[in-house]
């Protein structure tokens, strides 16, 4: 349903007056057999308006409309820039009223049955700028900060954001391969060679190079991991990388906790989750190399059209860009 203008009169007499008769015997069967509330009922019958408004437009009887006239309609909202939430919403609203035609003998069939709204577009997944990305990264603990959670929390987030790692991959990396590693779909880091060998869905495995930062954070995260269980020969820590206090596997909804945590020791405006990094390593690689296939391999995506999402994303940087530094950019035209 359309949402409700506050100045709408929709009481009375002079409101129903120019609704076609069929749609004044619906709104009656909504109001009392099936009791909706008066909003809804108001919302119905602006919606109907429309319609019938619709149909006049179009020199057609509106019991006489078809699915094609009910798609140009549609398309009529769409392009006046209506969105697809409220344009289903609407044709929710007329959906209803055809079944109720159809049961009565008024229309053979629901002309609205099988028509759909536009479809949303899609969300853009929410990125750091450089500069934040690269702030939280830097962030160094206070004094007061234990250096065991400080060594830890910063090679996860060199991790996440230099690897581009979901989060249950992280959470599945071993300290050392073992002999189950690979066979539990769990992944590994070769600090030789520089590289995360992960597992991400679908058991699809693939390499990941990881950065000097990275490198760094995590062999001083090694250097200091299992001190709190009594140091190498400890039985009492998994072969999990990243561990809690207790010596377990850390889990996906600990290091969202600690990443929200740390990303507001650190300043930032906006409260970090782990696929956010994701999307930030993405989306300052793609506008710094622009190679959609190598950035498409690092996430593991199977499809490209996956990956695409992330042109939008540089696409809507260069506008940011060029509306701040170009002179023409925002001049209105002279009349």
């Given at each position: 349903?359309?949402?409700?203008?506050?100045?709408?009169?929709?009481?009375?007499?002079?409101a129903?007056?120019?609704?076609?008769?069929?749609?004044?015997?619906y709104?009656?069967?909504?109001?009392?057999e099936?009791?909706?509330?008066p909003?809804?009922?108001?919302?119905?019958?602006l919606?109907?308006?429309?319609?019938?408004?619709?149909a006049?437009?179009?020199?057609?009887?509106?019991?006489?409309?078809?699915?094609?006239?009910?798609?140009?309609?549609?398309?009529?909202?769409h392009?006046?820039?209506?969105g697809?939430?409220?344009?289903?919403?609407?044709?929710?609203?007329?959906?209803?009223?055809f079944a109720?035609?159809?049961?009565?003998?008024?229309?053979?069939?629901?002309?609205?049955?099988?028509?759909?709204?536009?479809?949303?577009?899609?969300p853009?997944?929410?990125?750091?700028?450089?500069?934040?990305?690269?702030?939280?990264?830097?962030f160094?603990?206070?004094?007061?900060?234990?250096p065991?959670?400080?060594?830890r929390?910063?090679a996860?987030?060199?991790?996440?954001?230099?690897c581009?790692?979901?989060?249950?991959?992280?959470?599945g990396?071993?300290a050392v391969?073992?002999?189950?590693?690979?066979?539990?779909?769990r992944?590994?880091?070769?600090?030789?060679?520089g590289?995360?060998?992960?597992?991400?869905?679908?058991?699809?495995?693939?390499s990941?190079?990881v950065?000097?930062?990275?490198?760094?954070?995590?062999?001083a995260?090694?250097?200091?991991?299992?001190?709190?269980?009594?140091?190498?020969?400890?039985?009492?820590?998994?072969?999990?990388?990243f561990?809690?206090?207790?010596?377990?596997?850390?889990?996906?909804?600990s290091?969202?906790?600690?990443?929200?945590?740390?990303?507001?020791?650190?300043?930032?405006?906006?409260?970090?989750?782990?696929?956010?990094?994701?999307?930030?390593f993405?989306?300052?690689?793609?506008?710094?190399?622009?190679?959609?296939?190598?950035?498409?391999?690092?996430?593991?995506?199977?499809?490209?059209?996956?990956t695409?999402?992330?042109?939008?994303?540089?696409f809507?940087h260069?506008a940011k860009?060029?509306?701040?530094?170009h002179?023409?950019?925002?001049?209105k035209?002279?009349?």
């Amino acid at each position: 349903m359309a949402s409700l203008p506050a100045d709408a009169d929709t009481s009375g007499p002079d409101a129903a007056a120019a609704v076609d008769p069929h749609v004044l015997r619906y709104l009656e069967h909504v109001r009392v057999e099936k009791r909706l509330a008066p909003r809804t009922v108001a919302l119905y019958t602006l919606d109907l308006r429309k319609l019938a408004a619709f149909a006049q437009e179009a020199g057609q009887p509106l019991l006489g409309l078809q699915a094609a006239h009910i798609r140009r309609f549609v398309a009529q909202m769409h392009a006046k820039g209506r969105g697809g939430r409220g344009i289903a919403l609407i044709l929710s609203g007329w959906r209803g009223f055809f079944a109720w035609a159809a049961r009565q003998g008024l229309v053979p069939h629901n002309p609205v049955q099988g028509v759909r709204a536009p479809r949303a577009p899609k969300p853009l997944p929410k990125a750091l700028g450089v500069d934040d990305a690269v702030r939280l990264a830097d962030f160094e603990g206070s004094s007061g900060t234990d250096p065991w959670l400080e060594a830890r929390d910063a090679a996860m987030v060199e991790l996440l954001y230099g690897c581009g790692l979901r989060v249950g991959e992280l959470a599945g990396l071993d300290a050392v391969p073992g002999p189950d590693t690979q066979r539990d779909g769990r992944g590994w880091i070769d600090l030789e060679a520089g590289e995360a060998h992960v597992f991400g869905k679908g058991s699809k495995r693939r390499s990941v190079p990881v950065g000097s930062a990275a490198l760094a954070a995590v062999q001083a995260w090694l250097a200091v991991r299992l001190q709190p269980f009594g140091g190498a020969q400890s039985a009492r820590a998994d072969a999990a990388l990243f561990l809690g206090r207790r010596g377990a596997r850390l889990t996906g909804q600990s290091i969202w906790s600690r990443l929200r945590q740390r990303s507001q020791l650190a300043g930032l405006s906006t409260p970090v989750h782990p696929h956010m990094l994701r999307h930030s390593f993405a989306s300052h690689l793609l506008q710094s190399s622009g190679d959609l296939r190598a950035v498409q391999e690092l996430l593991g995506h199977a499809n490209i059209t996956t990956t695409q999402v992330y042109t939008r994303l540089d696409f809507q940087h260069l506008a940011k860009v060029y509306d701040a530094a170009h002179p023409r950019a925002r001049r209105k035209p002279q009349s």
